[in-house]
């Protein structure tokens, strides 16, 4: 009895957490949730406009083609480098009160994966669109098409324990080492490029590959691409890889979050 | 070694189940000036030095009754505060045991889980929930809650524009709402103007007479010994 009401209040407040993050985001702004769909779609055209004379990818379109790796970029990174800080700056609530502290990285991650999810609906309807209506597809094939995007399930789940994990880790060390918050910052960046968003991974040379695969978002950007847009994915077999990692990383920053969440108050 | 001196004002019936039971704790804090934790580290360890220590809390043993009143003063930085903490578990001890009973709600700070864009609707459940209250009871409560806060029509308006007295009292009139089993409250009876002051009073001399547990700090020892039957006077 008293397990299931403190289930049920944990589950209520990161509820509350994630409702407050979004609602407060775009409180008082006068596009209020346009910047939602806003933001990517003028990230994709600069981007676009200019990537395109220096990668030469060989897809239809390669605007959708940076769209569809964009959007879980985005969410990953926006997630990542948003909630590293977050414990350190919600200190005032921490040394304050007692509540489930887990629930603050957890609502920043929640809130940006609704956000996620609403681009992606619009980015999926004007796919069927384009293919209905420009490229008259059939019903068959427009059904084998829709099927194909039941992979996105996997890897929408691939990405957010992978979010969720690394969060935690980085979320937790930031509280005593104030430095992983730059470290953060800078490893973004960097990763973005490490990552197939911009190029695709076999227009560099194949011995490269594995190592690639050792970052589990260039698989995940792979599934969104194959789910969105039929593009094969390089090494297939190199997906267990990810799906260990992310296993393993989600599971030690766990540990890692509950070890350190005991001292909070002692180090904010 | 931390010292309690006890002092018995008035006797209540006891009811015999002891709610707090603090056995052997002890707090130590890592001094660490101005340098970044991690040279500090580095340094520490490639010098073999010992980490600089502070003992907060040094073996204190307590047994709380279920519906006592306990007024808590002492010294600045006799661990009043930390004392609170660790019965309200938002800090942990280095060593020794803590158990409690029943819901605990703890007021070291009023307004700690408000924002400032959300309206006040907004915030009562937010600030509800963290202090450990479902939905359906702040729901059920909603009404009372304004009422004693006397917030009026800002109830939908956004934080900011509230004074900071009405945040205060926002703040404490969830908390008396939230029916705690045991309530600590942390030098919060001195605020608000003197109506709303009155009408706190009220409360707390409601609670003298319910099975609510209470642990009071404040510097003011008059004012504990109105509210209390148990003084602690805590020091090094």
Excluded at chain 1, 8 to 24: C, G, P, S
Excluded at chain 1, 229 to 249: C, Q
Excluded at chain 2, 170 to 191: Q, R
Aim: charged share 20%; hydrophobic share 50%; aromatic share 16%.
């Amino acid at each position: 009895m008293f397990l299931k009401n403190k289930r049920r209040h944990w589950f209520d407040f990161l509820v509350a957490m994630t409702e407050k993050e979004i609602k407060a985001r775009y409180k008082r702004a006068t596009f209020g949730f346009l910047w939602i769909i806003l933001n990517p779609i003028l990230q994709m055209v600069v981007m676009g406009f200019v990537f395109q004379f220096f990668v030469p990818v060989s897809v239809d379109n390669y605007f959708l083609y940076l769209f569809a790796g964009l959007l879980p970029w985005n969410f990953f990174s926006q997630s990542l480098t948003k909630s590293t800080p977050a414990f350190f700056y919600e200190r005032n609530l921490i040394k304050k009160a007692k509540f489930p502290r887990e629930s603050i990285v957890l609502s920043i991650i929640f809130s940006n994966f609704f956000h996620f999810l609403v681009a992606l609906l619009l980015l999926i309807g004007a796919l069927i669109g384009d293919k209905l209506f420009f490229e008259n597809y059939g019903l068959i094939q427009l059904v084998f098409y829709v099927s194909r995007m039941l992979w996105l399930f996997p890897a929408l789940i691939l990405l957010l324990f992978f979010t969720i994990g690394l969060s935690l880790f980085t979320s937790s060390l930031n509280v005593r080492f104030r430095d992983i918050n730059f470290i953060i910052q800078l490893a973004v960046m960097l990763w973005f490029y490490a990552t197939p968003v911009i190029y695709a991974l076999n227009l560099l040379p194949e011995f490269l590959w594995p190592i690639f695969y050792l970052n589990p978002m260039t698989t995940i950007i792979e599934l969104f691409h194959f789910a969105l847009m039929g593009l094969p994915i390089t090494l297939i077999n190199f997906i267990w890889v990810a799906v260990i990692l992310i296993i393993g990383i989600f599971y030690f920053g766990y540990r890692v979050f509950k070890k350190e969440n005991v001292n909070f108050d002692d180090w904010l | 070694m931390t010292v309690f001196k006890e002092k018995t004002l008035r006797n209540r019936k006891k009811s015999g189940e002891v709610v707090i039971n603090l056995t052997d704790v002890s707090k130590k804090y890592i001094i660490t000036h101005d340098k970044p934790t991690l040279i500090e580290d580095v340094n520490r360890i490639l010098r073999f030095e010992k980490k600089e220590e502070y003992w907060a809390l040094e073996n204190v043993n307590l047994k709380i009754h279920k519906g006592e009143k306990i007024g808590l003063f002492g010294a600045n930085g006799a661990g009043k505060t930390t004392l609170l903490k660790i019965i309200a578990r938002i800090s942990s001890p280095t060593s020794g045991k803590v158990q409690t009973k029943g819901r605990i709600i703890s007021l070291i700070d009023l307004a700690a889980g408000f924002h400032p864009d959300l309206t006040g609707q907004e915030n009562i459940f937010l600030n509800g929930l963290v202090i450990g209250m479902s939905r359906e009871e702040i729901r059920d409560k909603f009404n009372q809650i304004i009422d004693f806060a006397g917030i009026g029509d800002f109830v939908t308006a956004p934080l900011y524009t509230y004074s900071n007295g009405m945040k205060l009292r926002l703040g404490f009139s969830i908390a008396i709402h939230a029916k705690p089993n045991i309530l600590l409250l942390d030098e919060v009876m001195s605020m608000g103007d003197r109506d709303f002051q009155e009408k706190s009073r009220q409360v707390m001399k409601k609670m003298f007479n319910n099975d609510v547990t209470l642990i009071l700090v404040s510097h003011f020892v008059d004012h504990l010994k109105k509210y209390c039957n148990r003084l602690i006077e805590i020091s090094k």
